[in-house]
């Protein structure tokens, strides 16, 4: 069975840090583009930063020098270090595991950023 499961989220001030983790399970991680997204209250669910196989990253242009992904294939894990967090950043943050063959998505942690 596959399961993706984030973790991490919480409420911060704004200026402050998070570490979110997205560990998966069933399936060959080391092939897929892993990704997070987020989406705030109201708004629809935004793509903000993609690792794929051989590491390479991407980033939407509001994160960019803020937010680091990262990727451990050993322990089936993607990492979103998120620093000098905005309130703009608050949302529920999901990870998705992509292939051509197919997709996985987690159930998504709670990011407040918040005085």
């Known amino acids: 069975q596959v399961q993706l499961v984030e973790s991490g989220g919480g409420l911060v001030q704004p200026g402050g840090s998070l570490r979110l983790s997205c560990a998966a399970s069933?399936?060959?991680?080391?092939?897929?583009?892993m990704r997070w997204y987020r989406q705030a209250p109201g708004k629809q669910r935004e793509l903000v930063a993609v690792?794929?196989?051989?590491?390479?990253?991407t980033y939407i242009d509001s994160v960019k020098g803020r937010f680091t992904i990262s990727r451990d294939n050993g322990k089936k894990t993607v990492y979103l270090q998120m620093n000098s967090l905005k309130p703009e950043d608050t949302g529920v943050y999901y990870c998705?595991?992509?292939?051509?063959?197919?997709?996985?998505w987690g159930p998504g942690t709670h990011v407040t950023v918040s005085s």
């Open positions: 690792i794929i196989r051989d590491g390479s990253t």
């Open positions: 069933g399936i060959d991680f080391s092939i897929y583009a």
């Open positions: 998705k595991a992509a292939h051509p063959r197919d997709t996985y």
